[in-house]
């Protein structure tokens, strides 16, 4: 009797792990993961990650789109615990990683006679917040351009970068254009999290 309890106790087990697999069995996935020499490699699986925003066209100061050529796409993944953790504090937490998505727009796509539809993927970039690592600023960004394909791996892109000060002058929330990203500015407006520099008229300073 002992070995026939001991049996099924072992199948209970069994079952419930396959049933109720470990909630950081998919964790490792959701973080940023660096190489020994620092580069982040790129996070494949961001699509499954919580969807915020897209935008098409979208330029920044003295930026104009070129005349005549397609505008790009672009969409805003963002990791879950980072999304669950603002939802509740109106706040980014460490190790917060942000994806942004460039496509290609098409016109005249299948049936569509009238409007643009995204197509091929052009390139992403990566936003992480981490303290520890990024002491200057707190945030590492990266980008995964590469000819042909995607890079698997990127270094931070230097403190030079134009991307650092436009986002530490012009975004709504820490480091991040919550501003474009409609459900989140709600939050952040309600739990007062919005910086108290942030001008919702002001045009971009680089």
Known sequence: MKKQLFGLA????AMAAFVHPRADAQAPADRAVFTADGKLQRPDNYREWIYLTSGLGMTYGPTQPTSGQPRF???????????????QTGKWPEGTMLVLEIRRSAQNASI??????????????????????????GWGFFDFSGTPDLATTAARLPLTA???????????????FVQFYPTLMEVAQRLGTVKPTYDPSHKVSQ
């Open 10 to 13: 072992l199948l209970s087990l």
């Open 73 to 87: 796409f672009d969409n805003v993944f963002v990791t879950r615990d980072a999304y669950r953790g603002f939802m």
């Open 162 to 176: 134009s991307c650092y000060a436009c986002h530490k002058n012009n975004t709504a929330v820490e480091n991040t």
């Open 112 to 137: 569509d006679n009238g409007g643009q539809t995204q197509a091929a993927r052009v390139t992403i970039e990566v936003e992480v917040k981490d303290s520890a690592r990024f002491p200057d600023t």
